[in-house]
């Protein structure tokens, strides 16, 4: 018997499914199972006496010509089960994964969807890293928005798989198809006892014609195997022996490194350099000069020199020794002290109104309390533990790649604008991603290797050191808001001003574009959830002069900062307790529409008919959250309990942190009550980890993140200076609760950042009376909290 | 000058230029990518192996100064503790994006090696030197301890 043991059902010509070329795909389980799967077409039936499989011959069936797939539109793009789906002879399914791999466990959850759907038998499931291609659909891994924008679709691949897996059994039974069915890898029929496996029936099925949506029935929820269950990662077993490929691992035939010395302004320039030092460290082979960066950033290389070698400690003892006279840029003059000066002052004058119901400065005159605040929030870094790399290859003619991308597509647009050659001559591949919080959704880094390879015409890895890292990051914004609210006689909140000042991620884009966008403003402050009867949002410019990106929840983190800090503020000069407070503030289940009072709201790009800000939602959470952290009970003499609640990216996250604060300011996590509604979730697993992950990339931040500029340059360096949440710091008590949901599912990587600072300061007021509305509250040289003076109202 | 090391109970013959860290030894000389640069400065524990059984940070190493140590690496930690550090992390789903993962690993074979029956105290002090910025903390705890359970 000799059988074919490569993908039956065709593979998409990709990188996708088995590149044999791509250095890291992980052909070993598939590779076993082929060696085994000379055995396993005799299948031995518990309890029956011996059923032998038939061997399927696909050449033996007349069958018309199969035609187009009519589901490449699908809600959600294109569904058609080859592009996501092979299945060997002997069984082996292979899912590929078009979005990036970077913690959030996105190869096991996109296979759980496909291999439900499916009916596949997990143990036979592999999954293959899609390279760019527009085929796929996005696969820009940001957002929050892998499970969102393709559980529709991928569900549709699995079932539409499994009807052409039934349709191609009942073909070989003439039997009707509703009297098959699949399960767990294996289609059976009602009439005798006979079974055929997916391996053994994937040829037939693969020339019979995709059946139409309307054709395909997705499975109930009650009977999902593998969605919302607790399957384990498909990354873990490799990653604790050390295996899988980063993109600092990815090993090329005669592959050269580089490192890069940049300007340590933005825009800033090489006046001159002298690179004879360099050239005598044993093991460098050249210097190469890049083109100057001229504005707007957008994904360039930030220009410098590059010293490629044969390693890359020879690199960086090459960088080490280079002699540059800095030419100073547009930036030179970029000072944080001075700038958050200036965002304050117009943090403090009206500013452009972004929404506004009744009228909020008459509340304000004829309030009984007023009061105001300010906040502040510096400029952070994503510093994932994998700093950015990525690997070139230029062969004259086409280029190739891999590379710690979140967006494999914008990357080969980017390099086919930077190399002037046609993006069909560049494959990009992503490699696994040693954590990315949106520092790897922008490729300059592929476009340095790519620049070096052609020149050298050698493979070349480019390395970034931490100091690159922390030094030349795209950044998120800096930030300073202003907040003002009336309160009755009776402490109801009559009116709610809050504006923002910050400058925006598009300067990044457009340099002349120093006003806060939309989406900004959407995310945390024009979508306020509260019922104050006269409620104003507004936005304050401020010019850009590091390149500014997207950090873990972006303009969340600092919009719920001030928004939740300030509600607790508004409990406090009322009189009550922080939870009834805002529950109140939050006002009685409905609906909300900020576009009805002058936002332009995005929803993330979602309708408010799919995913409707549902204040009853935001309560629920809210309330599961208190009551997880036992709220109302009596704690130790300067602890304190604070509680913050966010939606974001359509999930709605409550979270509760108890501290301890010594006399000194030294600061204690003892526990942390998070509930979360996701929707419909995939994988608890996932969530629980992302929320524990997101949590805590939260309290790192309030605690110790900033980012400043001297003279245009980035201060901080590497994790001395640029200070990181430890182990010994972390929270003792750590408890995750998701809310069961059938809603469609939201996002759950970043949702569960911006209520970790505003409900750490709410606690540090609740124990010790010192408000913080300034992050860091540590800082990287302290041991403990900055307390500003004690309020006394 | 070439120089011989031993890696996971092999010779391995080097040939770099003097000083250079063992990190960079493993990762471009020796292709052994499973142990991670993360920082170059000894502060965030990407780089653990272990020297003569003890966690070392191998970005500020020099290769050249190990000659007779027995080196290990997460390519070839065997044993009790490494066994049951390694099934609990699968057990636990203890890694996410897994950069870091190799330097825990490290760390905590060598913590449970040293101390069966850790505490929280104990697994801080001797963790705390191993940054996650995926913040598995919290997993890796509860791990160690399943893991002391197991050996």
């Known amino acids: ?327 100073d840029g547009p930036n030179a003059g970029y000072d944080s002290e001075t700038y958050a000066a200036q965002m304050q002052a117009t943090a403090r004058r009206s500013g452009k109104v972004r929404r506004s119901r009744g009228n909020v400065g008459a509340a304000l005159a004829a309030a009984e309390t007023r009061v105001t605040a300010e906040y502040y929030a510096p400029h952070l870094g994503q510093t994932p533990m994998e700093p950015p790399s990525a690997t070139a290859e230029w062969d004259g003619d086409r280029l190739e790649c891999w590379a710690c991308v979140q967006d494999p597509q914008s990357t080969r647009e980017t390099l086919a604008g930077a190399l002037g050659i046609d993006k069909e001559l560049i494959k990009v591949t992503p490699t696994w991603l040693g954590g990315a919080f949106g520092r790897k959704s922008k490729p300059d880094f592929v476009i340095e290797a790519a620049l070096i390879a052609r020149e050298v015409g050698k493979p070349v890895k480019v390395t970034w050191t931490r100091e690159d890292d922390v030094r030349h990051g795209f950044y998120h914004s800096v930030s300073a808001q202003y907040c003002e609210a009336g309160l009755d006689k009776d402490g109801t909140c009559t009116a709610w001003l809050h504006r923002s000042v910050f400058p925006p991620i598009s300067s990044t884009f457009d340099n002349s574009v120093s006003e806060p966008s939309d989406g900004e403003l959407g995310m945390g402050a024009t979508d306020v959830p509260f019922a104050a009867p006269n409620l104003r949002v507004e936005s304050g410019n401020a010019k850009g002069h590091l390149r500014i990106g997207w950090l873990r929840s972006v303009a969340n983190i600092y919009h719920a900062f001030a928004v939740q800090s300030f509600a607790a503020e508004l409990a406090h000069a009322a009189g009550r307790d922080q939870k009834d407070y805002l529950l109140e503030l939050i006002g009685p289940p409905r609906q909300l529409d900020p576009a009805a009072e002058g936002a332009k709201y995005g929803n993330y790009g979602a309708s408010l008919e799919e995913y409707p800000i549902d204040t009853g939602r935001l309560r629920q959470v809210a309330e599961k959250a208190a009551d997880m952290a036992q709220w109302g009970r009596k704690l130790p003499d300067r602890h304190g309990l604070g509680i913050a609640v966010h939606r974001s990216f359509l999930s709605y996250v409550a979270t509760v942190i108890e501290v301890a604060v010594g006399k000194d300011g030294a600061l204690r996590i003892p526990g942390v009550w998070v509930a979360v509604d996701a929707g419909t979730v995939i994988n608890p697993r996932h969530v629980r980890a992302q929320v524990e992950g997101g949590t805590i990339y939260g309290l790192s931040n309030a605690l110790y993140g900033a980012i400043t500029a001297k003279n245009g340059a980035v201060v901080q360096d590497n994790f001395p200076s640029w200070r990181v949440l430890r182990m010994g710091e972390a929270p003792r008590d750590f408890k995750v609760e998701i809310i069961a949901s059938d809603a469609p599912p939201g996002g759950v990587g970043e949702p569960p950042t911006p209520p970790a600072a505003p409900a750490l300061a709410n606690a540090i007021f609740a124990a010790t009376g010192h408000r913080l509305r300034t992050l860091p509250f540590i800082g990287a040289e302290g041991d403990t909290l900055r307390l500003p003076p004690r309020q006394t109202a | 000058m070439a120089i011989t090391l031993n890696i996971n109970g092999k010779s391995e013959s080097v040939d770099a230029a003097p000083g250079t860290p063992l990190l960079w030894v493993l990762r471009d000389h020796l292709g052994m990518t499973g142990t991670k640069f993360g920082c170059g400065v000894a502060q965030c524990g990407a780089c653990t192996v272990h020297v003569d059984g003890a966690p070392t940070r191998a970005c500020v190493t020099p290769h050249d100064a190990l000659d007779g140590a027995k080196i290990t690496t997460i390519e070839g930690v065997e044993g009790g503790a490494a066994d049951a550090i390694r099934t609990a992390w699968v057990a636990n789903d203890v890694p996410q994006c897994g950069y870091c993962q190799s330097g825990q690993i490290m760390a905590a074979t060598a913590l449970l090696r040293d101390n069966p029956a850790p505490d929280d105290a104990a697994i801080d002090e001797a963790m705390s030197g191993n940054l996650c910025r995926c913040a598995t903390y919290m997993s890796i705890r509860r791990a160690i301890k399943e893991a002391a359970s197991l050996v």
């Not at chain 1, 009602?190 to 309307?214: C, F, H, I, K």
């Not at chain 1, 980063?246 to 050269?256: A, K, L």
């Open chain 1, 1 to 327: 018997m000799l059988m074919r043991d490569l993908g039956i059902i065709p593979a998409p010509e990709a990188g996708a499914a088995g590149d044999e070329a791509s250095p890291y795909v992980n052909l070993s389980r598939r590779a076993f199972v082929g060696g085994a799967g000379l055995f396993v077409l005799g299948v031995a039936l518990a309890g029956c006496s011996t059923y032998v499989e038939p061997d399927i011959d696909a050449d033996g069936f007349d069958l018309p010509d199969a035609g187009p797939s009519p589901l490449t539109e699908v809600r959600g793009g294109d569904a058609t089960p080859a592009l996501w789906i092979a299945i060997d002879k002997d069984g082996a399914v292979t899912i590929t994964c078009h979005r990036s791999e970077m913690g959030q466990q996105v190869w096991t959850s996109m296979a759980q969807i496909v291999a439900d759907e499916l009916e596949a038998d997990w143990d036979k499931v592999t999954i293959v890293q899609a390279e760019g291609h527009e085929r796929y659909g996005d696969q820009n891994t940001d957002g929050s928005r892998s499970v969102r924008f393709n559980f529709h679709r991928l569900r549709v691949a699995g079932a539409a798989m499994r009807k052409m897996l039934v349709a191609a059994a009942a073909l070989y039974w003439k039997l009707p198809e509703d009297q098959c069915s699949a399960k767990a890898g294996l289609v059976s029929n009602s009439q005798n006892d006979e079974t055929l496996s997916y391996g053994n029936l994937a040829e037939l099925a693969g020339r019979l014609a995709v059946p139409a949506e309307a054709d395909i029935t997705l499975k109930t929820p009650r009977e999902w195997r593998y969605i919302n269950a607790e399957i384990p990662s498909l990354t873990v077993p490799r990653i604790v022996r050390g295996e899988g490929t980063f993109g600092i691992d990815v090993q090329r035939p005669g592959m050269v490194h580089a490192v890069i010395a940049r300007p340590p302004q933005l825009f800033g320039r090489v006046g001159s350099f002298d690179d004879a030092k360099t050239l005598a460290v044993p093991g460098v082979l050249s210097t190469m000069r890049l083109p100057d960066a001229r504005p707007p950033a957008l994904y360039q290389p930030l220009g410098g020199v590059a010293v490629v070698a044969r390693n890359t400690w020879a690199a960086i003892e090459g960088r080490r020794a280079l002699e540059i006279a800095w030419a």
